[in-house]
């Protein structure tokens, strides 16, 4: 006796069960939300609440240790006429603007070179990552270190061949670059491995598409693998950004906004009316301005993103 298999059924197959008791699906969100609610609470206590109280306490005059009283918008205005935050504006743009392009494009062609099959190389990935995982602290130490006028390293190489000394952090001319330099340091290991993420998600198919068609490397790099990593380049264009508006660490541990507050960037400015002349109101009224920046800036890059996305899946 021969069997005789019946052919699958076409089509999607339906669920037999029928659809599932009201009663199970609120019990299924209940313990969604049950799952979900610690980490609300956290993000909330700790993110939501510093942010509404910001808001409230820039409309007042307060030293941060008795009660305030309502100023209105007189933080506000004090913001348009204060050189000093004007100066710590212009320096932090200075700052972003050469410390995001500078880290990308340094980044991508070390994720390139790390995106081969040679002998050792988790050990050379690994050396990248280093710089991230290690403290603020520790790297502004090195730093100061290295670039000391007096004793740094830097300056005996640069003795060595023939070149004077530099200030480096005790320059007013220089020491918001040498922070510069310091920050992509610590930050390129992170671009790095996004990069690198990006690159090893291309579709294999695709190169090898490319490589028939007769490609060279750096066709099939520029042609096909680029555009792949064009959504971690969005990424990393906000990431490193948001983290650039908001330099802090590295300003306190090695320059304190000196010389002659060359390194007074905003949030290190806040800071300074906040926990040094205790204008509480003033200091809140400077980071409101600092996040609506934030905002903006995210919102125009992620619309940009978008947009170039859109238009290279055309």
């Not at 510093?50 to 307060?62: E, I, K, R």
């Not at 710590?88 to 700052?95: E, P, S, V, W």
């Not at 390293?153 to 310091?182: E, S, W």
């Not at 650039?244 to 806040?270: I, M, N, S, W």
């Amino acid at each position: 006796m021969t069997a005789v298999l019946a052919p699958p059924p076409r089509g999607p197959v339906r669920d037999r069960r029928g659809p599932r008791p009201r009663r199970v699906r609120t019990a299924d969100h209940l313990a969604g939300w049950g799952f979900a609610a610690p980490a609300m609470v956290v993000i909330g206590l700790f993110g939501l609440v510093p942010v509404v109280w910001s808001f409230v306490l820039s409309f007042q005059t307060t030293d941060l240790t008795s009660p305030g009283t309502f100023a209105g918008g007189a933080n506000y205005a004090k913001l348009a006429q204060d050189p000093l935050f004007w100066d710590a504006g212009r320096r932090t743009l200075i700052y972003t603007a050469l410390f995001v392009p500078i880290t990308m494009v340094l980044a991508l062609p070390i994720a390139v070179l790390l995106n081969q099959k040679i002998r050792g190389i988790t050990l050379y990935r690994m050396a990248v990552f280093v710089p991230l995982v290690t403290s603020t602290v520790a790297t502004g130490i090195v730093f100061s270190w290295l670039t000391n006028p007096q004793f740094g390293l830097v300056n005996a190489l640069l003795q060595g061949v023939g070149l004077p000394k530099q200030g480096f952090f005790q320059d007013p001319g220089q020491a918001l670059y040498v922070l510069v330099g310091m920050t992509i340091w610590g930050w390129l290991g992170f671009a790095v491995i996004i990069f690198l993420a990006a690159l090893q998600n291309v579709p294999q198919d695709l190169m090898e598409a490319s490589a028939l068609d007769g490609c060279s490397r750096f066709q099939s790099f520029w042609h096909v693998e680029l555009p792949q990593a064009a959504p971690a380049s969005g990424f990393l264009l906000v990431w490193l950004s948001i983290n650039g508006l908001q330099l802090f660490d590295e300003v306190y541990v090695t320059t304190k906004g000196g010389p002659l507050r060359a390194t007074t960037v905003l949030v290190y400015h806040l800071y300074n009316e906040a926990f040094v002349s205790f204008d509480g109101g003033y200091a809140a009224a400077i980071g409101c301005v600092v996040f609506l920046v934030i905002l903006v800036f995210t919102v125009v890059q992620l619309a940009f993103n978008r947009r170039t996305s859109q238009f290279e899946a055309r």
